[in-house]
């Protein structure tokens, strides 16, 4: 691969900028990506919380787990969840407890399936060593400029 700049240049380059743009990026294709199997990253958030689940969730524990994704917030999370529910892959009783159908689990695994393409893809001449060293890095990023950030 060609970089942009040699690495003395890399160095004075601002992380903002390059946190940011590979954000963008990995966000644009993940989305583009599972639009064109017609859902959205949202919907795959909920029907993957729920097909994962060792334990029923209810809709408050699977809302309050993902509103903060990517600034998602509760309203668009909870219209997200509705989708799923109108579409069949997922149930809901008169307790909030959601349950995956037969339809939502085919779904589950054709989604799931493409996001596994996806994580080859990202990940493609990138060792585990490095992956590691750049979430810490990261991490490290968001802790020294007192940030706040967790992923399940």
């Not at 689990?105 to 750049?134: M, N, V, W």
Request: glycine letters at 8%; one cysteine or more; hydrophobic letters at 35%.
């Amino acid at each position: 691969m060609e970089y942009t700049h040699s690495d003395a240049e890399l160095i004075e380059q601002p992380i903002g900028y390059w946190s940011w743009a590979a954000c963008k990026a990995v966000i644009d294709r993940t989305r583009a990506a599972l639009a064109g199997i017609g859902t959205t990253q949202p919907q795959w958030w909920a029907l993957a919380q729920v097909a994962r689940a060792d334990t029923v969730k209810t809709r408050e524990e699977v809302s309050r787990l993902l509103r903060n994704y990517l600034d998602t917030g509760p309203e668009t999370m909870e219209s997200e969840i509705d989708t799923t529910i109108a579409r069949g892959w997922i149930t809901e009783d008169t307790e909030g407890r959601l349950g995956i159908t037969p339809e939502g689990r085919a779904f589950y695994d054709k989604a799931a399936a493409l996001q596994a393409e996806l994580r080859t893809e990202r990940h493609a001449g990138i060792s585990d060593e490095e992956y590691l060293t750049t979430l810490k890095v990261l991490q490290r990023f968001i802790h020294n400029t007192g940030g706040r950030a967790w992923h399940h």
